[in-house]
């Protein structure tokens, strides 16, 4: 078990893999003071009903710290299952269900990309094949037109807008995107630039994490 | 790239305080708006409420079962809502009747009658018209015995701050994309792209639940037509709203 920091540019992210026993893959994710859990299980067995003849049956479950799970818990389990579903090679597993399960450990404002990054991680640990690794970033524009990468939640509340970009690892090629908030064009692809050159660094971050994982002097159980 | 005809009328549910029907192509969205007194939240003293959902009976296509909302009426509700609150469609203020005692709640119905895809953009257009035709009846309160009087005689229209429009795209490679999409073409494309505009043309909501893999200069085509489409269905929506 190891923790992993990525450089003083960004908010710090900091990640701990394989941080349950008895899953296939998990990892503890933060970004600043957001903490999610990700939990990964599978490909295993799948009920009747939910059974494909061609591909593996993903589901997402997310839980907030507080309260019970309402509508806008299951739109964040919607966005993360297709972003998921794009990126994990479903058709090797016919016939067999992959769960993902993110717990919500603490929230400063940026959910969706550290429950994102935390699922990536988490299908890494599991060793779950996928096309490329994917990388969230979030940032907000502010009222005087600055715009801020990986804002905490009092950044948010002050902000006009904010966008979630989710970049594939290949060619950082927007593989999902949630805007709250008007922005005009210039200011949108302004966004979409500035969350593209910061994904690199996340995207540097996994490659850390995974070496250190792999690093021959370490006895891993 | 071609566009399914559009259909909208306004007033078409004589019990609910604002309604209209929409036709997208086959898509036929129904929106009912029911207008009830609450109490303001103790946060927001002085703002009504505006409640968005979308119910996907199995009526309108065999992919909905019976039972509670599934995935996809749950995010379309949860579009809606996003849309209405980042394009400050309505002033919330607007609805307050009494700061801290009364305010209006508009219970937003959007019902799919058909589902023949693009679901959103159907929804959208059916709930702006919809608020379009809203009419409030004039509140009375009475301090000193804490009532309520409503006027069913003197009714007003609300005012409309913003009219978001959205517009639909199915990605199938980097080559070929689809505008307004049909079930058909949903289920055999690999994920959805929408794009909400206002009608000055800037960016009100992005929404791309995974889906293929896109570059920013496709999203830089995709404004650009949903900017044709912006202008095409608010001169819709205000000839129907004028009649």
Known sequence: ?221 | MSVRPITVKVGTITTADGSSTVRVGHTTVICGIKAEIATPVLRNPNQGFIVPNVELYPCCSHMFKIGPPGEKAMATSQFLKNVISSAKVLDLTDLCIVHNKLAWCLYCDVVCINYDGNLYDAALIALMAALQNVKLPAVSYDEENDKASVDIERTLPITLKARPVASTFTVYSDSIQLMDPTAEDETQGSGEVTVVLLENGSLCTTHKPGGQLILPNILDTFVDLAKQRVHAVNTLIGKEINE
């Open chain 1, 1 to 221: 078990m190891h923790i992993c920091y990525s450089s003083s540019k960004m908010a710090k992210h900091a990640c701990q893999l394989n941080f349950l026993s008895r899953s296939d893959g998990s990892a503890l994710y933060s970004i600043g003071n957001t903490v999610a859990l990700a939990s990964v299980n599978g490909p295993g067995e799948v009920k009747k009903s939910n059974r494909h003849y061609n591909r593996s049956h993903l589901e997402v479950c997310y839980s907030p710290s507080t309260g019970q799970s309402m509508i806008g818990e299951r739109t964040l389990e919607s966005v993360i299952l297709h972003t998921v579903e794009q990126v994990i090679l479903v058709h090797l597993h016919p016939r067999t269900a992959t769960n993902v399960t993110i717990q919500e450990m603490q929230s400063d404002g940026l959910a969706l990309s550290t429950s994102v990054n935390a699922t990536c991680l988490a299908l890494l640990d599991a060793g779950v094949q996928m096309k490329s690794p994917f990388a969230a970033v979030t940032c907000c524009l502010t009222p005087s037109g600055t715009i801020i990468i990986e804002p905490t939640e009092a950044e948010l509340k002050e902000s006009e807008a904010l966008a979630t970009f989710v970049f594939d690892g290949q060619a950082l090629n927007v593989l999902s995107a949630h805007q709250e908030g008007c922005l005009d064009s210039e200011n949108f692809y302004a966004c979409l630039r500035k969350c593209q050159t910061a994904a690199k660094d996340v995207l540097n971050f996994y490659r850390r994490i995974m070496e250190e994982k792999y690093s021959s002097d370490k006895s891993y159980n």
